[in-house]
């Protein structure tokens, strides 16, 4: 079972299980909903503990600590499945798929989330189906391209089930029962048999209606989603396969299994399968996946002896529901990997919306508990969210998930990618500068200017363009790269032998000619037409990436590489590099230039070329020179990176470029001060020879002349008088993660660039800041093509000109930044809205609570029209325009609380309720107190002794606590637009109160016929309750102003002050006090005891 997972097995047990039958018949089913709350007590109601290997049912708990009850099913093999399987692998698979095997060979397996899980024996547990594959190499994948025999897929679909992703869509019964039994439905339907036996019908009518619409919208939105989501994830298509005697056959999607050979057309199509390409190069749209706008060109998986894993050979897999678009030079091929029911499936969760006889006394009693829940509850708590979805959208900004807008108000740290989001997406060619005997020549501004040579050529050919309807297509680096040569990109058409035939019979993937407008002086063999006949594509964790090429004829072959200078200058040889390349490199990068490598060498031609490995074409390489180019910041990032640090949100960058050029833009763009200083912290890892070291140098920027590079190191960065960030490398990352755990939090408090760093460090970065208990991280980046990260980020940004993707959380139309401050507006906006809410809707029941429990001690009690009065004109009405009015202008440092069970959000509830309490006490003893006053003396109880004076007094002040609360809970300043904004719930405001007056002073005869009110005979009593809830809303609007000003921060003194629990607030208290940390230019080991405690 997958790591996180608890999996526990049980088997039923007769003579329970039909005294559980009987249970339920006794208890009129009550017995069958408890089982469906706790699925654990359905489970050792019936069943007994027993191993796996024996297991009818399993119970998992996942990593979020929820149960689920999983029935184990059985399937008969065919014969001989198992022995074929086994000469896939001869002792592995045989061994690992003798599933129990008894006379008829049964499969034991369940499903969970998609996946099938298998009994195999020799682990003694429930796997994926998946690890039957997990072993194989990019070897073994070619060993099926010879294709399966039919016996042989019969049998893998047996073991591996059909190919399809089947998104259950479940009947509007069984929606129904599901919706109903939620425990709030359950309380509501107890409500509603006590206000019926209280005879309040009208009222439970009402909200009998209200439910059933509630639940109705629920089931249709529900089910229209599921069949939604079932209709985008079914793909069935007809696809061609190879078969073992080498025939092609066109066969359903549904029948696919892994092993199967399958054939792409030119033309492309829609996979229905993850598969490895084999040959052939396919021209892929993955945006459906990764937000990424840009087609990826993929290229043929290597065949080595290392361990298939689609993560890692990214770029030779073909993704389940990606588009292909084109196959590049006829037929491609390839093996599929997994299917849909072996691999990931899209799941949905519904979630919950969240004197008298003794009968007389119990339904009372029980009448009083059902009005501390409000009806309204959960959907008043949404709206504040709703609203800022749409003026997100309005805004350009789409989400899938709204509620992760409230989180966006928690926020605290942002991680930045570089290139595309806080600068410029397209790169311009800035100059180039290769190498000659005597170092680097001068720099050449254009590379049409280049001298002939392989410089040249390597900046034409180097790349993975492509054409699509005659027009190139590709990385927009390389696209400017080899626009900037003048060179003409042409794919193979019509004939392709004669393509191939003029490049010496290999076959050709792309040909590169060079300008039919160079000057005669640059014309030489060295720049005739090439044909690049293999690539191997760019990998973040390599950096680089590299071709192979052949001449005119065929007679030579070029290898030519490209990629970070450190890494293309470690692969060649040492001679051709210059002296000056690392001081040189540092100069390009702090100008804020992209700085690549190229390199090249021969290849022999009379070698398996094609075949040729990728660790033998880059190594002993010949270095080329450097390719400069410029990415500006854009104009909006500055901007908001000020905006940010005014609000106390801290802005990190990570990217994959240099660490120089990612300095000079973290300055450019503000994350670092004028007045900062940068230190570069070095870490090495352990190796044979020598410990792992840990270093602190201050960047070679020189100093002001006041203060010298030797005072800072002596006197340490506080002493010393200035605030520094620390830059860390991706080599860097990886050994401090390694060896210096004791370091590692510091520099992570203190780290703002993160340069080098490959997609599987982004990801580790963001889960190590969480780990120190940082509020929540977002990351920000130009695409979704960082799925890892994504996956780890509480939330994500992806700033595209497409729409959201479903990688992304939040996906902008607005191609810069300047969507964060709004996205945290909106966020902060929707907490605080949602917060006011609920204390409105607590507040809510607390008044209608109080208002019974006066009138229940004078036998009397509130009406049901009156009830309907309050909860659907005045409550409702309120709680579904409270939420407008939109985010404050401004990011302001503090941040709104962000859990109920906190100081302010109890004490304000305690504060408003006394005075509630206080203020329907007052009108009742101000009744009470008038000459005129009649005591009720009734011998009925409840709503049989209205109208009455008692009722009438309690009816008119609560229905003023009702506008007035909403107006005092409803908090603006500082994240939300002051009341006056929102215009609707102001008028709404002003109409009920004056309704309200109007009721109080001269409500009508029908009026108060219908809400069955008591005729006061003093008009100036009647003034008098009106004065009194003024003084109640101006009582009430004081109180929440000192509130509002920390009135009850001074409770906190009582309790002494707390340490904090948030591992970074720790870190930045003790970081704040050193005088010592970083130790500037001291190399550190592991044992080294020189460190801060903060435990």
């Known amino acids: 079972m997958d790591r996180g997972k608890d999996v526990q097995g049980y088997r039923w047990v007769p003579w329970r299980v039909w005294l559980c039958h009987l249970g339920a018949l006794l208890s009129f089913g009550l017995l069958l909903i408890l089982f469906h709350w706790w699925p654990r007590l359905a489970v050792v109601s019936r069943c007994c503990l027993c191993p796996l290997a024996l297991a009818d049912v399993v119970l998992i708990r996942d990593c979020l600590g929820r149960e689920h009850v999983v029935e184990v099913l059985t399937e008969e093999l065919e014969e001989g499945s198992l022995d074929l399987l086994g000469q896939q692998e001869e002792d592995e698979w045989r061994k690992t798929v003798h599933l129990l095997k008894e006379e008829r060979a049964l499969l034991r397996y369940f499903l969970f989330e998609g996946l099938r899980y298998v009994w195999l024996d020799r682990r003694d547990v429930f796997c994926r189906i998946s690890v039957l594959n997990e072993e194989l190499t990019c070897r073994d994948l070619f060993g099926f391209q010879r294709g399966l025999s039919r016996q042989e897929q019969s049998s893998r679909r047996c073991l591996f089930g059909d190919n399809i992703i089947d998104v259950p869509v479940k009947s509007y019964l069984r929606l129904l029962l599901e919706e109903v039994l939620n425990p709030f439905y359950i309380f509501q339907v107890g409500s509603l048999v006590l206000w019926m036996c209280d005879e309040y019908y009208y009222y439970a009518m009402c909200i009998l209606i209200i439910s059933f619409i509630s639940i109705s919208i629920s089931l249709y939105e529900t089910r229209k989603q599921s069949v939604t989501i079932r209709n985008m994830a079914r793909l069935v298509t007809d696809v061609k396969i190879r078969r073992d005697s080498g025939e092609e056959e066109c066969v359903s999607s549904l029948e696919l299994v892994p092993g199967d050979c399958l054939i792409i057309p030119q033309e492309g199509l829609l996979l229905p399968c993850d598969a490895a390409l084999l040959v052939g190069e396919c021209l892929v749209n993955e945006s459906m996946l990764t937000g990424e706008s840009i087609p990826v060109l993929k290229t043929p998986l290597p065949a080595g002896d290392t361990t298939y894993s689609s993560k890692t050979e990214r770029r030779h897999?073909?993704?389940?529901?990606?588009?292909?678009?084109?196959?590049?030079?006829?037929?491609?091929?390839?093996?599929?990997?997994?299917?849909?029911?072996?691999?990931?499936?899209?799941?949905?969760?519904?979630?919950?919306?969240?004197?008298?006889?003794?009968?007389?006394?119990?339904?009372?009693?029980?009448?009083?508990?059902?009005?501390?829940?409000?009806?309204?509850?959960?959907?008043?708590?949404?709206?504040?969210?709703?609203?800022?979805?749409?003026?997100?959208?309005?805004?350009?900004?789409?989400?899938?998930?709204?509620?992760?807008?409230?989180?966006?108000?928690?926020?605290?740290?942002?991680?930045?990618?570089?290139?595309?989001?806080?600068?410029?997406?397209?790169?311009?060619?800035?100059?180039?500068?290769?190498?000659?005997?005597?170092?680097?020549?001068?720099?050449?501004?254009?590379?049409?200017?280049?001298?002939?040579?392989?410089?040249?050529?390597?900046?034409?050919?180097?790349?993975?363009?492509?054409?699509?309807?005659?027009?190139?297509?590709?990385?927009?680096?390389?696209?400017?790269?080899?626009?900037?040569?003048?060179?003409?990109?042409?794919?193979?058409?019509?004939?392709?032998?004669?393509?191939?035939?003029?490049?010496?019979?290999?076959?050709?993937?792309?040909?590169?000619?060079?300008?039919?407008?160079?000057?005669?002086?640059?014309?030489?063999?060295?720049?005739?037409?090439?044909?690049?006949?293999?690539?191997?594509?760019?990998?973040?964790?390599?950096?680089?990436?590299?071709?192979?090429?052949?001449?005119?004829?065929?007679?030579?072959?070029?290898?030519?590489?490209?990629?970070?200078?450190?890494?293309?200058?470690?692969?060649?040889?040492?001679?051709?590099?210059?002296?000056?390349?690392?001081?040189?490199l540092r100069t390009f990068s702090r100008e804020g230039l992209r700085v690549l490598a190229l390199a090249c060498k021969p290849v022999d031609i009379n070698s398996d070329v094609k075949n040729t490995e990728r660790a033998e074409v880059e190594k002993e390489m010949q270095f080329l020179g450097l390719l400069m180019m410029k990415n500006l910041v854009k104009p909006e990032s500055a901007a908001v990176i000020n905006i940010l640090n005014l609000a106390d949100i801290r802005s990190v960058m990570v990217t994959g470029d240099n660490l120089l050029t990612a300095v000079n833009v973290a300055k450019s763009c503000g994350m670092v001060g004028s007045d900062e200083k940068v230190i570069n912290v070095d870490a090495t890892p352990h190796t044979a020879e020598t410990l792992p070291t840990l270093r602190f140098s201050l960047e070679d920027e020189g100093t002001s002349p006041a203060q010298s590079t030797r005072d800072i190191i002596n006197q340490g960065p506080y002493q010393a008088g200035f605030s520094y960030h620390l830059a860390v490398t991706g080599k860097s990352f990886a050994a401090l993660c390694d060896h210096f755990p004791e370091h590692f939090p510091k520099v992570l408090m203190k780290a703002t660039i993160f340069a080098r760093m490959s997609p599987d460090q982004k990801s580790q970065l963001v889960k190590e800041l969480q780990k120190l208990k940082f509020v929540f991280i977002s990351f920000v980046s130009l695409t979704s093509n960082q799925r890892v990260t994504a996956r780890h980020a509480t939330r994500r940004l992806s700033v595209s000109s497409y729409f959201a993707s479903v990688a992304s959380t939040f996906t902008s139309k607005t191609e810069n930044i300047s969507c964060v401050p709004m996205l945290i507006r909106e966020g902060r906006c929707s907490l605080v809205t949602s917060f006011s809410l609920f204390r409105y809707m607590a507040l809510y029941s607390l008044i209608q609570f109080c208002s019974v429990l006066i009138l229940n001690t004078v036998k009397t009690t509130l009406g049901d029209f009156q009830f309907l009065y309050f909860d659907l004109f005045l409550v409702t009405l309120l709680a579904m325009v409270m939420g407008r009015g939109g985010p404050s202008e401004e990011l302001y440092p503090c941040r709104p609380p962000a859990s109920l069970l906190s100081l302010p959000v109890f004490g304000s509830l305690f504060i408003h309720t006394c005075m509630i309490v206080l203020g329907q006490l007052g009108a009742f003893f101000i009744t009470t107190s008038q000459g005129w006053y009649i005591p009720l003396n009734s011998t009925v109880f409840g709503a049989d002794n209205l109208p009455n004076m008692e009722n009438n007094s309690v009816f008119d002040l609560s229905g003023f606590q009702y506008i007035i609360l909403a107006a005092v809970v409803t908090k603006s300043y500082p994240h939300k637009k002051p009341l006056y904004h929102n215009s609707i719930f102001l008028c709404l405001l002003l109409i009920q109160f004056a309704v309200m007056v109007w009721l109080v002073l001269y409500p009508g005869s029908s009026f108060s016929w219908l809400l069955q009110l008591y005729d006061f005979p003093d008009m100036t009593f009647r003034i008098l309750l009106v004065a009194v809830s003024v003084v109640n809303f101006l009582i009430c609007f004081f109180l929440r102003l000192l509130i509002d000003l920390g009135m009850l921060s001074c409770l906190r003194l009582l309790r002494g002050r707390r340490r904090s629990k948030k591992q970074y607030k720790l870190l930045k208290s003790v970081l704040s006090q050193c005088t010592t940390w970083p130790p500037l230019d001291q190399t550190l080991n592991p044992s080294d005891d020189s460190l801060i405690s903060f435990s």
């Open 317 to 584: 897999t073909l993704f389940c529901g990606t588009q292909i678009i084109q196959a590049k030079g006829g037929n491609a091929v390839a093996v599929v990997t997994s299917t849909a029911l072996s691999g990931t499936i899209y799941i949905f969760v519904t979630l919950f919306k969240t004197d008298v006889t003794w009968g007389e006394l119990i339904i009372r009693a029980l009448d009083v508990v059902t009005i501390v829940v409000p009806p309204a509850l959960p959907a008043a708590i949404t709206t504040g969210t709703i609203y800022a979805q749409n003026r997100l959208k309005e805004r350009g900004i789409f989400c899938i998930s709204p509620p992760r807008i409230n989180i966006c108000g928690k926020v605290s740290v942002f991680c930045f990618e570089k290139t595309g989001t806080l600068t410029e997406e397209g790169l311009n060619v800035w100059g180039v500068m290769k190498t000659g005997p005597g170092g680097f020549s001068q720099l050449v501004p254009d590379p049409m200017l280049l001298p002939q040579g392989h410089m040249s050529v390597a900046l034409a050919s180097c790349h993975t363009v492509t054409l699509l309807q005659g027009q190139p297509l590709g990385d927009p680096l390389e696209l400017k790269m080899v626009e900037s040569t003048g060179w003409i990109l042409q794919e193979p058409e019509g004939d392709e032998d004669i393509v191939h035939s003029e490049f010496g019979g290999h076959r050709v993937l792309v040909v590169m000619r060079p300008p039919t407008d160079q000057p005669q002086y640059q014309r030489s063999s060295t720049n005739e037409a090439v044909a690049i006949i293999k690539r191997f594509p760019f990998s973040s964790a390599l950096k680089r990436m590299s071709v192979l090429t052949v001449d005119l004829g065929g007679c030579s072959a070029m290898a030519f590489l490209k990629g970070s200078p450190e890494m293309v200058a470690s692969l060649c040889r040492p001679d051709t590099v210059p002296e000056e390349f690392s001081s040189t």
